[in-house]
């Protein structure tokens, strides 16, 4: 009924109406008619909610006339809205004073010039409008509407006086629109020079106003004040003070704790406080046009701003804690006397603008590359400066003909090559590659090295591990280490891994799917975190060239948060194995001051694993901020976005503080030395090395290791310092190794095994066909190798019977396979047995034979001790193939399976077993000893646990726990001891 230009309403519109008659009108609009009364039958609506009557000309001669809203409107109860604004009324209709369950009134643009006191009675109001009434004052029974949220009093000139005392009791009104401003508006000039000044302090703006428990936002823009009160608006969001007369920060600021947007532009600030640090939740901060020439450091402590405006002041250096602000997208800094940038401002890598106009720089960062957001220079967005702005400056670094131009990225290749060319004794990085066969990290090497497309053909799959140096056109080395994808290799990748080295993850991009994140992409993250904690790794997606462009984007982003959930899930399963020390911790010091009888682990032990837990939750992977997806096709799509990003990772002396170091030059005598040594051979011992440099250098001692680590890092040798029995051995050529481990693992290894294409196996192993049918069989089945085999399989390296012997002594030391004893008398070659095994080739997962030696149940004459080990996070792939290898130095008599070995030492039996526990899903491997003796038992023991430990020590990410148990003739009687380690 809104405009329809009405002058009555009268019974029968309230009785004939069926819309009006319906008890189901909640909400009536007779808003823009003609109307000077409402009549009594309006009481018949009863469930209206919401009345509009606004420019309607309703009759009020008085506070006691009920002429134009009759009495009768008391029996709307649930009238909760009430509209009255614009009805040119100069009292308030007494009937609203009677409304006590209205939430909401309003009454703007009228001409009431007074409230009455009687607005007490509307104790659940919450929504006051009271803009352009002309009244002056509020009535301090304005308390009682204890309910109130909003008050309007825009357009009114509320004087100092205005405001009642009590609105401050008023808890939940939170919005206060009202002209600030007026509360100045009798002031003479001598009175606002002496503020401007300093000289007095102002108090013109009332005391209440500043103790109003839950405003958010106050506007005291230009009211003529230089100081707040201590303590004032607690609750304040938004807080307006431009163009005042403050001098410094007002120290009241520093204890509102949810400040958001603070605006002190346009005032006479000459110094900032170091308490400006302590507006820790303020995003938007606007200081603009003051007079200060310092900021404190504590601009630091601001993690939270978005928004940062300093432009039109004096401001000489930036703080280097500036870089702090991760957040910051806009900063503007026009108009100061800037001589130099801090480089911590290339760590905003959230800016999209940065305005530098009129300021006195020379030069910019060479890391400013960084601000990759700020896509556009000297740009205009609806008449607004935005992206980067560089007019105006005494620019030498990067030159006028660079920094000219509305495309930044101009910019940031200049000062990119310009840092490479100038980071000082920049040394050559690895580049370890891992991804799934076909991924393309093979085609990705060869592209790089020929400078064109070069795709890998169908099958040329890399075994084991390809290594190549590579140098950019930037002048940047890399020694690229491209693993082989197979699983069959994944049992290798540990010797080439390094902490030190940046690793790439890469992907088929086109066939990512959530569901085969682990596949592609988890399982590796779980590699680097037991293998390499705190390693750099970028994510790479191949075959963009085969993906739309829109599914680009999109698989982009389901990456990245499978990336970021793994890794988080990570982070909250250290804590809980934390958490689970702590208790255990607690426990041990209880049990200690109760005197109660300790278990077998002390207290400082635990400390020292707690210690070992904390330092993984700060040491985590470094996982580079996007995902780069590439093309090896024709195009090379994304490929040199990616070497830029692999440069600049190589110049980043944060990721990779050992690369940027000063490298004598007898170290790369040494590895001349080294690598061309006349006699031919696989490795040379430490004490061959160290005769070696000894005699034509004098280099010994510290100084040699401190070399071979530099050569090892470099990609030079190999040199596997973390296995016992490695530690003396140099690979002074990796390639040979490389050979010769290609020999066992084959991921083609079937077709390899065909006796009528492959006549290596006539010709080198003198097999038949049937001799050589069971030594396959024997091989891919239990992973036997007769010495025949083995031959064959080394055929390439074409060895000589010394040099046989040397790899098949070599291996073990590398758990790669252990040799088995060969009988005195020399086998026929049709009759060869084993000469070595390889567990990774076991298939064999089915021990039936295991009950001939090992009955259920332990027989009576026996004791039983079994220890085992669980794995709560992730169980490194191969341990328990490594656990087999190294058993083989103290066992009699064995049986492998695929998951378990038996074996006997010394008259005791022990079955070795993998498992998965079905209720906590934690890899388990235990050992299980029988015998008669105990204390024989526990040499066994002591030796099985020997070797784990020194298995577990080469993962450093890896956490495991332990229990053993003891049972007597089947009875098990004895402890659980638990042991913390990692």
């Known amino acids: ?14 009785t004939n109406r069926k819309d009006l008659a319906s008890k189901d009108v909640g909400e009536l609009d007779l808003s823009c008619n003609n109307l000077r009364t409402i009549p009594p039958d309006i009481k018949r609506v009863q469930n209206l909610v919401k009345l509009d009557l606004t420019k309607n000309g309703l009759k009020c001669t008085g506070p006691n006339d009920f002429s134009g809203l009759p009495m009768e409107m008391t029996q709307l109860k649930y009238l909760r809205i009430l509209i009255l604004a614009e009805c040119n009324m100069q009292f308030m209709p007494p009937v609203v004073w009677k409304l006590e369950d209205l939430e909401q009134l309003d009454v703007s643009r009228n001409k009431i010039q007074f409230l009455m006191p009687e607005v007490g009675n509307l104790m659940k109001l919450k929504y006051l409008n009271l803009q352009q009434t002309a009244i002056t004052t509020l009535p301090a029974e304005i308390v009682y509407c204890q309910d109130l949220e909003e008050l309007l009093l825009w357009g009114n000139r509320i004087d100092n006086q205005g405001l009642p005392e009590t609105i401050k009791e008023i808890p939940k009104l939170h919005h206060l629109l009202i002209n600030n401003r ?65 001098q410094t920060l007002p120290l009241a600021l520093t204890h509102i704790k949810q400040l958001t947007h603070l605006d002190l532009s346009n005032n006479v600030i000459n110094t900032l406080p170091d308490e400006l640090g302590d507006m820790v939740s303020v995003t938007i901060l606007k200081l603009n046009n003051n007079m200060f020439e310092h900021i404190p450091s504590t601009l630091g402590n601001l993690v939270y701003l978005e928004m940062l405006e300093l432009s039109g002041n004096r401001i000489r250096k930036l703080p280097a804690e500036i870089g702090n602000l991760k957040l910051l997208h806009t900063l503007l800094l026009q108009k100061n006397k800037l001589q130099a940038l801090p480089d911590t401002i290339c760590d905003l890598t959230e800016l999209e603008t940065l305005n530098l106009t009129n300021n006195c720089l020379t030069q910019l960062p060479l890391g400013f590359y960084k601000l990759r957001k700020i896509s556009s220079a000297h740009s205009y967005r609806k008449l607004h400066p935005i992206g980067l702005w560089l007019h105006k400056n005494p620019l030498t670094t990067p030159p006028e003909e660079i920094w000219k131009t509305t495309d930044p990225v101009k910019i940031y290749d200049y000062l990119r090559k310009l840092q490479i060319a100038t980071t000082a004794n920049l040394q050559r ?110 994510i790479v997606g191949t075959h963009a060239d085969l993906c739309c462009e829109d599914i680009v984007e999109k698989t982009k982003q389901q990456v990245q948060e499978e990336i970021q959930k793994q890794l988080s899930e990570y982070n909250e399963r250290l804590k809980k194995e934390k958490a689970k020390i702590e208790l255990e911790i607690e426990s041990q010091e209880k049990a200690l001051n109760n005197n109660e009888p300790q278990v077998n682990v002390t207290t400082d032990f635990l ?43 190589a110049v980043n002396a944060d990721l990779f503080p050992h690369n940027q170091r000063f490298i004598p030059s007898t170290w790369f005598k040494i590895k001349s030395l080294i690598k061309h040594q006349k006699e031919d051979k696989l490795f040379y011992t430490w004490e061959e090395i160290s005769a070696i440099t000894e005699s034509n250098l004098q280099i010994r001692g510290k100084e040699l290791h401190q070399c071979v680590n530099f050569l090892c890092d470099i990609g030079e040798i190999l040199w596997l310092r973390n296995l016992p029995e490695m530690k003396h051995v140099v690979f002074h050529k990796p390639r040979l190794l490389v050979d010769i481990l290609q020999g066992l693992f084959r991921h083609n290894i079937k077709q390899f095994l065909n006796y009528e294409t492959n006549k290596v196996f006539v010709s080198k192993g003198k097999f038949d066909e049937v001799t050589f049918t069971k030594h396959k069989d024997m091989m891919i089945r239990y992973g036997q190798v007769s010495r025949p085999m083995l031959q064959c399989l080394w055929f390439f390296l074409h060895l000589g019977y010394n040099e046989f012997h040397t790899m098949a002594q070599l291996m073990p030391k590398l758990d790669v396979l252990y040799t088995i004893p060969q009988p005195d008398i020399p086998e026929k070659r049709t009759e060869f047995g084993p000469f070595v095994t390889i567990p990774t080739y076991n298939l064999d997962n089915n021990p039936i034979e295991l009950e ?97 430990a020194s298995l577990a020590s080469l993962s450093p990410g890896l956490i495991w726990y332990v229990n053993k148990t003891f049972s007597n003739c089947g009875k098990k009687t004895v402890m659980q001891m638990p042991i913390f380690n990692i």
């Open 852 to 948: 001939q030696y090992w009955p259920e149940r332990t027989p009576l004459t026996h004791k039983e001790i079994k220890i085992e080990y669980t794995f709560p996070i992730t169980f490194p792939e191969g341990m328990f193939e490594r656990l087999q290898v190294r058993i083989q130095d103290f066992v009699d008599e064995r049986l492998d399976w695929r998951d378990t070995t038996y074996c006997v030492c010394n008259e005791n039996q022990m079955v070795l077993h993998r498992a998965l526990d079905v209720t906590s899903y934690d890899a388990v491997l235990s050992c299980t000893i029988r015998g008669q003796e105990v204390n024989e038992m526990m040499k066994v023991l002591h030796k099985v646990h020997a070797i784990f």
């Open 1 to 14: 009924m809104s405009g329809h230009g009405l002058t009555t309403l009268n019974a029968s519109n309230f």
């Open 182 to 246: 007026s509360f100045c508006q009798n002031m003479d000039n001598y009175m606002e020079k002496m503020i401007h000044r300093g000289q007095l302090q102002s108090d013109h703006v009332p005391q209440v106003l500043f103790e109003m428990p839950a405003l958010n936002f106050v506007d005291l823009e230009a009211c003529k004040i230089n100081n707040l009160p201590d303590n004032c608006l607690p609750s304040v969001q938004e807080l307006h003070l431009a163009k005042n007369y403050f």
């Open 429 to 538: 990085l690895r580049l370890v590659l891992l991804g799934n066969s076909g991924c393309g990290k093979t085609s990705f090497v060869d592209t790089l090295m020929n400078k064109k497309s070069s795709l890998t053909p169908e099958g040329a799959n890399t075994a084991i591990h390809e290594q190549k140096i590579y140098k950019s056109e930037n002048r940047v080395n890399f020694a690229i280490s491209d693993t082989g994808g197979d699983t069959i290799y994944r049992f290798t990748h540990p010797m080439f891994l390094d902490a030190k080295a940046l690793t790439f993850i890469m992907y088929d991009h086109r066939k990512y799917r959530p569901q085969n994140h682990y596949e592609m992409i988890g399982y590796y993250i779980d590699l680097l975190n037991v293998q390499c904690p705190g390693a750099v790794v970028k």
């Open 607 to 649: 400390k020292e694993q707690l210690d070992k837990v904390n330092k993984l939750l700060g040491s985590q992977l470094q996982v580079a901020e996007g995902i780069s997806v590439i093309s090896c096709s024709e195009e090379m799509m994304g490929l040199q976005d990616l070497v830029t990003d692999m440069e600049l990772m």
